[in-house]
């Protein structure tokens, strides 16, 4: 489940598309975290550049933060049934991790990008849970594997440019 915190009325109307890309994104990348929870929120330049200080030591604003609860690898099978202690009493799912996005980012980039915010908006949060199970851009090989997935992802919900 996507649990959608700080929210503000200007993201209201994109819940039904972000909880699609959600579900879209869990099934894609493995069959078996279907029953994962992700804390999504929606945050100002101050708040993102607060959390990069204090969490990677980088003083800027940036587009969206993940933190991931375990340490997923791609391509490596995750069984939620080995984390029984983990799961969450209330919505029966293990809390994967948080993504946290700057509203003010993506509306920059989805501008400069020549797309909407919507598509932005959902691009980040594949991203996000992408980087909460194992991908990464650190390297180029990684970095094309990550935007292949974002990509199928993406257009299987025909969010494109």
Not at 11 to 20: A, E, G, M, P, R
Not at 91 to 106: M, P
């Amino acid at each position: 489940m996507l649990r959608i915190f700080k929210n503000y009325k200007e993201t209201n109307k994109y819940q039904d598309i972000l909880n699609k890309v959600y579900f879209e994104a869990i099934s894609r990348i493995n069959q078996k975290t279907a029953d994962t929870d992700i804390n999504l929120y929606f945050v100002t330049p101050k708040e993102i550049k607060k959390i990069n200080s204090k969490t990677r030591n980088i003083n800027a604003v940036t587009d969206v933060l993940s933190f991931p609860y375990t340490d997923l690898k791609v391509g490596v099978d995750f069984d939620v049934n080995n984390y029984v202690f983990e799961i969450d009493k209330s919505s029966s799912g293990f809390l994967l991790g948080e993504i946290f996005i700057c509203l003010r980012r993506a509306k920059k980039q989805a501008k400069m990008y020549g797309h909407s915010f919507e598509r932005e908006l959902c691009f980040l949060l594949v991203h996000g849970i992408l980087h909460l199970h194992g991908y990464d851009h650190i390297d180029k090989s990684d970095e094309e594997q990550m935007i292949k997935m974002q990509n199928v992802i993406l257009n299987k919900l025909n969010i494109t440019r």
